[in-house]
């Protein structure tokens, strides 16, 4: 194990991250390097900084949610006479929507607090019971 030591020149330049480094729904925001010596070994440590794209979030929560709640607005464009056709473009919208809840849900790490596709979807399922009751 003594053999072999290795010594870093500079902690904060020794080694750089290129940008060929992406993930898909993450892009670097920068990083730090930082020399971690112990008795038996030389070590480096490099914190990177990420950050979430929200492009998964808007094609996938934010569009399909603003379609089904214009779809369900389209019940007003129907008589009042004609409640089966305005419950079924009301009910079908609104059970996407849950759908769309519950797979943001899964799609997110639990969290203590409320994200912004969480309160947008709860809101969007709200003008769609409001179209239902007017």
């Known amino acids: 194990v003594s053999d072999i030591r290795y010594v870093w020149r500079d902690a904060n330049t020794s080694r750089h991250l290129g ?3 992406s993930l898909p729904t993450y892009y670097v925001l ?3 390097q930082m020399a971690a010596p112990t008795p038996n070994y030389s070590g480096l440590m ?3 900084k990420l950050a979430r ?3 998964h979030s ?3 929560f934010f569009i399909p949610a603003a379609v089904l709640v214009a779809l369900s607005w389209l019940s007003f464009l129907l008589s009042p006479e004609q409640l089966l056709a305005r419950l079924s473009l009301c ?3 609104l059970l996407a929507l ?3 809840v519950m797979q943001a849900a899964q799609d997110i790490p639990p ?3 409320c994200t912004a596709v969480d309160i947008y979807l709860y809101s969007c399922c709200t003008a769609v019971t409001a179209a239902i009751v007017i």
Do not use: R
């Open 19 to 21: 940008h060929q480094i």
């Open 30 to 32: 920068g990083y730090s």
């Open 46 to 48: 490099v914190f990177i």
């Open 53 to 55: 794209t929200s492009v």
């Open 58 to 60: 808007v094609k996938y």
């Open 91 to 93: 009910l079908t919208p």
């Open 98 to 100: 849950l759908y769309l």
């Open 111 to 113: 969290l203590p607090y």
